[in-house]
Nanobody, 120 residues
């Protein structure tokens, strides 16, 4: 089972990026998919999660209104559209898959991370 994140890069503050995470090795159609991020010297933090149908979505307060999570079950892929990026969004972004709800998830699978750097 593998989660492969991509789409990170260097962007100016106020800009946008779209992250993708493709899952392989099994289907995650019944799993909650999510994104976490870890800034240098800080703990990994939750960013967003979406349930299998897309009917339940949860965002951290720090990204609410700026980030949008979505998924394509046919492609086994989850996306994170990031708009109005701020310097404090700089981090390594990880995708994850787990069971439960979008507010209480047992995260069992993790991707390798993709770097997002926001410059002034």
């Amino acid at each position: 089972v593998q989660l492969q994140a991509s789409g990170g890069g260097l962007v100016q503050a106020g800009g946008s990026l779209r992250l993708s995470c493709a899952a392989s090795g099994r289907t995650f159609s019944n799993y909650v998919l999510g994104w976490f991020r870890q800034a240098p010297g800080k703990e990994r933090q939750f960013a967003a999660a979406i349930n299998w149908s897309g009917s339940s979505i949860n965002y951290a307060d720090s990204v609410k209104g700026r980030f949008t999570i979505s998924r394509d079950n046919a492609k086994n892929t989850v996306y994170l559209q990031m708009n109005s990026l701020k310097l404090e969004d700089t981090a390594v972004y990880y995708c994850a898959a787990g069971l439960g709800s979008t507010v209480r998830t047992a995260w069992g699978y993790w991707g390798q991370g993709t770097q997002v750097t926001v410059s002034s």
